[in-house]
């Protein structure tokens, strides 16, 4: 099975407007992290939000929030007020269990900003 | 500038050559991380390092691929015999001990074309 799974191959939204891009995980794990990464063409993965197993509160950074619902184990990013500069991959991401680990990431969703 | 640098961006090789990357995490970050990323794909895990001894290596991780960081500072990528299904961008990832979220902060990528 999966460990993440992000189901949209590509979004369109136009400027300004906000956009939920989505992401499920699978882990037995209680104890893990959630990433969202934003890859432009350039090819850098650029960390955009962070959200622990045991945070209680939803992750917020600028425009970036992470809609985590712990029992449907889903993990959405929401972009509000979509900017041209924001057209790219995005990739979610996992990390189990505590201390170290590598990051397994979904195929990504490919986002496009229209004017 | 103080980020993951990586070098050289791009590589085009003939098959069965030999190729080395090298990757220079920030300078206080003990962990070290390679990914692989193909077309299409999210990045895949390759090898970690904890200063200069490597914890964990993927199954992706043949024969002909090693990995070194000889002194806990940079690391080395080589692949021997290159075929053209090594063809992908490598990502190199480095993250300090005890950060509040382990994330991962990632350099530009090497981008490898295997004719």
């Known amino acids: 099975a999966q460990k993440i799974t992000q189901t949209q191959p590509g979004m369109f939204v136009q400027e300004k407007e906000a956009v939920t891009l989505d992401c499920t995980y699978d882990?037995?794990?209680?104890?893990?992290?959630l990433f969202w990464y934003k890859q432009p063409s350039s090819g850098e993965m650029i960390f955009l939000i962070y959200q622990g197993s045991y945070d209680e509160q939803n992750a917020t950074e600028g425009r970036y929030s992470l809609n985590f619902q712990k029992a449907r184990k889903s993990a959405n990013l929401v972009i509000s007020a979509s900017q041209l500069g924001d057209s790219a991959m995005y990739f979610c991401?996992?990390?189990?269990?505590?201390?170290?680990?590598?990051?397994?990431f979904g195929k990504g969703t490919m986002l496009l900003v229209s004017p | 500038d103080t980020g993951v640098s990586q070098d050289p961006r791009h590589k085009i090789t003939k098959r069965g050559q030999n190729v080395t990357f090298r990757c220079d995490p920030i300078?206080?970050?003990?962990?070290l991380y390679w990914y692989r990323q193909t077309l299409g794909q999210g990045p895949e895990f390759l090898t970690y390092f904890q200063n200069e001894a490597q914890l964990e290596k993927s199954r992706l991780l043949s024969d002909r691929f090693s990995a070194e960081r000889p002194k806990g500072s940079f690391s080395t990528l080589e692949i021997q015999r290159t075929e053209q299904g090594d063809s992908a961008m490598y990502l190199c990832?480095?993250?300090?001990?005890?950060?509040?979220?382990?994330?991962?902060?990632f350099g530009p990528g090497t981008r490898l074309t295997v004719l």
């Open positions: 300078s206080e970050h003990n962990r």
């Open positions: 991401a996992m990390r189990e269990g505590r201390g170290y680990s590598t990051l397994t």
């Open positions: 990832a480095s993250s300090p001990r005890g950060g509040p979220n382990n994330e991962q902060f």
């Open positions: 882990t037995s794990d209680q104890s893990y992290g």
